[in-house]
């Protein structure tokens, strides 16, 4: 902060540039004004009935609202349209974008640097991806009988492949 001979010297710029008066008073009574007429458009809006109060810190609080309830065509429109959803994963999703992307999975280097061998290696990361994206474990992920799942597979590509050690390529 400036004061002094500094504020003095900048005074006249900086408040010419930011659009402020030397004196506040007038700019104070156009804010207390804009916010009370604010108040006073919200409340004509509250429901008759409706309990308001204002807590010790000036916060407002409002009484639970009764809930209208969803017009039929509303309900039948949901029915359709989960009918109508794909009943996908995200793992997969993540697989199918990554194929949209061949180099997606070029970009996860191990923390060693060198060049992975790893079978299905796209698997494992979209499943870690999944966890970390869902913020689960990736226990959630394990398929025994599956590589790219397997428990020991995932921690591995956790681990040096998202860790916080690996380099972005």
Known sequence: MLSGESWANAKGPVLQALGLPEDPTQLIDSHAGSLDAA???????IDAGTEVTV????????????AIPDPPSLTELRKQVQ??????????VIVEVMSWLPGFVGAFTSVSGGRSRLEDLHVSIAACLSAHAMNIDL????????????????????????????RAV
């Open 39 to 45: 108040y006073r458009h919200v409340a004509s809006r």
């Open 55 to 66: 807590d010790d810190d000036g916060r407002l609080h409002l009484s639970a609202l009764d």
């Open 83 to 92: 009918v109508m959803l794909p009943r996908i994963g995200l793992p997969e």
């Open 139 to 166: 226990t959630d992920f394990v398929k025994r009988g599956v590589p790219a799942l397997e428990r020991g597979r995932l921690s591995h590509v956790n681990q040096n492949y998202l860790g916080s050690d690996v």
